[in-house]
């Protein structure tokens, strides 16, 4: 268990629909990261805040969106839903920037279907 | 910007057989981090190098960070089942934001 948390686990939702997806960092960690990994496919890095605000910005498409609250949890948000946004969507946390503490943990994932 | 390579792409081994694979790049890295991705879960960490030439092991898995600083080595001896899965190397860059390998997929063949 790395202690990173995500919820839903899975999520199937229709075409055009708009969903939100949770995740709790690590206890301690500053950093959340979004990545979006399709099937057979590598990692692909969306986002990452740092302690609330927005760090770096990877593939993340313009109607998907995030934000890290004041308690440090995470919320990735896709809207207007594409069947190809159909992916597995990981969170990581990790401590803050520096070589070492960007080592990052991984949450279990949360499975989009869009049918 | 900065690219990692992995190799090979796919492997195909027997239950028992020593699996090698590396994570190469044209720029220099200051850390190594090798992470292995079950079906339908999250990477997790194995093994992390911070030091040119250090080699650390994890069990039947040892990694070595090059001494260039530009690759990095992953073997597992006398593989199992379980070690099925895509394993992928990563290392910050400059901005201390993780550059990913493409992986390497291990099958064991039947």
Redesign the interface.
Known sequence: DSGVTQTPKHLITATGQRVTLRCSPRSGDLSVYWYQQSLDQGLQFLIQYYNGEERAKGNILERFSAQQFPDLHSELNLSSLELGDSALYFCASSVSAGDRASTQYFGPGTRLTVL | GQQLNQSPQSMFIQEGEDVSMNCTSSSIF??W?W?KQDP??????LI?L?KAGELTSNGRLTAQFGITRKDSFLNISASIPSDVGIY?C?G?DS????I????TKLIIKP
């Open positions: 200051n850390t981090l992470y339908g879960e999250g990477p997790v960490l992390a911070y992928f990563a910050p901005n201390y934001q993780l990913w390998g493409a992986g």
